[in-house]
């Protein structure tokens, strides 16, 4: 019943932006932690960033500077707000749900071209 849709990934230069976006349903959107991963090529998958149920965010020292993270309680939607992206962020991004498991959306591509 957990359902979390992601869009908003794809090509950008470096120095550019984009916004990912997931559509959460099937629980209590704003009594439980959202936060976005990644896998990049030859690495492990790993945390960017999320939010508790009180809006108190974390960010992966990468990203620190860089990436926002947000939510609108009232469209059930975590959003990461990617700025002055690099090459290195390269990678399919995923937006999980922080319950008494992980659930996980089906990724999205994000290409930082050089």
């Known amino acids: 019943q957990v359902q979390l849709v992601e869009s908003g990934g794809g090509s950008v230069q470096a120095g550019g932006s984009l916004r990912l976006s997931c559509a959460a349903s099937?629980?209590?959107?704003?009594?439980?932690?959202m936060g976005w991963y990644r896998q990049a090529p030859g690495k492990q998958r790993e945390s960017v960033a999320d939010?508790?149920?009180?809006?108190?965010?974390n960010y992966a020292d990468s990203v620190k500077g860089r990436f926002t993270i947000s939510r609108d309680i009232a469209k059930k939607t975590v959003y990461l707000q990617m700025n002055s992206l690099k090459p290195e962020d390269t990678a399919v991004y995923y937006c999980?749900?922080?319950?008494?498991?992980?659930?996980w959306g089906q990724g999205t591509q994000v290409t930082v071209s050089s």
């Open positions: 999980a749900a922080m319950m008494n498991k992980f659930y």
């Open positions: 099937g629980f209590i959107f704003s009594r439980n932690a």
């Open positions: 939010i508790s149920s009180g809006g108190r965010t």
